[in-house]
């Protein structure tokens, strides 16, 4: 994958939640809860299928460095901040290996 087609697909996921959160209504009660509850579970799911391929051994160097870095980011709950996180482990994974 690109650095191009990375920060394009950054940008289209992080902008369909952001049109959804200026679109839609808060939740509220049991479903705003739910849904807190629900988010580090996207990410965890999110960082191990990036980890999982049908070859035997490890993903590259930058795939490990993108899940390390949207990972250490992870306990704020900011999806900005995951997602700059993980593409910041891509880049700097691309220089490095």
Avoid: H, K, N
Avoid at 73 to 81: G, Q
């Amino acid at each position: 994958m690109t650095p191009l087609l990375m920060a394009a697909v950054a940008a289209i996921t992080y902008g369909s939640r952001l049109a959804a959160m200026a679109v839609l209504p808060r939740p509220s009660g049991q479903i705003e809860t739910t849904l807190e509850r629900v988010v580090p579970a996207i990410f965890a799911s999110i960082a191990t299928l990036s980890l999982i391929t049908d070859q035997p051994g490890l993903v590259e160097g930058p795939i490990l460095l993108a899940a390390a870095g949207a990972l250490l980011a992870a306990p704020r709950r900011s999806f900005a901040l995951c997602l700059v996180a993980g593409l910041a482990g891509y880049f700097l994974g691309g220089l490095i290996f």
